[in-house]
């Protein structure tokens, strides 16, 4: 556990070091390629979407509400450092991108959960909502849910929204909700770029979209730590991007 915050007081730290400003690219014009503004715009809604941590089964306290930290790990794939050497970025060696933020979770009926997420600091802007519909809960076996995520993201250069369906599959036990998920996350979003002219102090500004998607699966697991109501969730993210990601939370459930 003190491991866990101790990550979280490093994260603003390590980010400083990921700049996106304008500023930080010496060769901007680089990312008007429509292959590199893709990688680009990809892998920082990918890497930032919000994650529900969160199994097919509802809460279960008696008010159904959960608050809590998280923070999120997104591996940043070569072709993403790729793109900012070709442009000059001083962030073409760092390798992973760390998240911090505040969630929220409440139940709204025996079959409904909703939830939001959040993080601004040093420019990074992280919004982030989930629903929730459990459709198969039987009195044993697995339970079934379709979960939809949706984010709003901001970071230097970047500003973009990521909309992820999932099929989750879990079993309650006694101690823990262990799950799994599968899903599709789609980002779309824009570079606001100053392109140099050619003359001195000259540069013309443009907007430049950019999208992709990538197929994603999720194993994690809910520990519950009764009768204190603390939860402590773990868990691991596949993408065939290559925007990989294992995560932790920290959680209150009433």
Request: net charge positive; no cysteine.
């Given at each position: 556990m003190r491991a866990f915050f101790f990550l979280l007081i490093l994260t603003p730290i390590y980010s400083n070091a990921f700049s996106l400003d304008a500023s930080s690219f010496v060769n901007i014009d680089q990312l008007v390629p429509e292959a590199s503004r893709n990688t680009f715009i990809k892998t920082i809604g990918l890497g930032t979407a919000h994650r529900s941590y969160e199994p097919a089964t509802a809460l279960m306290g008696g008010v159904g509400l959960e608050f809590g930290v998280e923070l999120t790990i997104a591996q940043i794939p070569q072709s993403f450092r790729d793109v900012l050497s070709q442009a000059g970025s001083?962030?073409?060696?760092l390798r992973i991108l760390p998240i911090p933020r505040?969630?929220?979770?409440?139940?709204?009926?025996?079959?409904?959960?909703?939830?939001?997420?959040?993080?601004?600091?040093?420019?990074?802007?992280?919004?982030?909502?989930d629903f929730k519909y459990t459709f198969h809960q039987p009195?044993?076996?697995?339970?079934?849910?379709?979960?939809?995520?949706?984010?709003?993201?901001?970071?230097?250069?970047?500003?973009?929204?990521?909309i992820e369906p999932q099929i989750v599959v879990s079993r309650r036990l006694n101690f823990a909700d262990p799950f799994i998920s599968v899903?599709?996350?789609?980002?779309?979003?824009?570079?606001?770029?100053?392109?140099?002219?050619g003359v001195p102090g000259i540069s013309v500004s443009q907007d430049l979209t950019?999208?992709?998607?990538?197929?994603?699966?999720?194993?994690?697991?809910?520990?519950?730590?009764w009768p204190t109501g603390i939860r402590l969730t773990l868990h691991g993210e596949y993408v065939t991007f290559g925007t990989n990601s294992l995560g932790i939370k920290f959680g209150f459930e009433f």
């Open positions: 001083n962030s073409s060696n505040g969630i929220v979770h409440k139940r709204l009926l025996e079959k409904f959960d909703v939830g939001g997420s959040f993080v601004g600091y040093q420019g990074l802007v992280v919004i982030g909502a009195e044993e076996g697995p339970t079934f849910a379709f979960r939809g995520n949706y984010t709003y993201s901001k970071l230097g250069i970047y500003k973009g929204h990521t899903g599709y996350a789609y980002s779309i979003g824009t570079l606001s770029l100053d392109i140099p002219t950019g999208k992709g998607g990538a197929f994603k699966s999720q194993l994690g697991v809910v520990l519950h730590f």
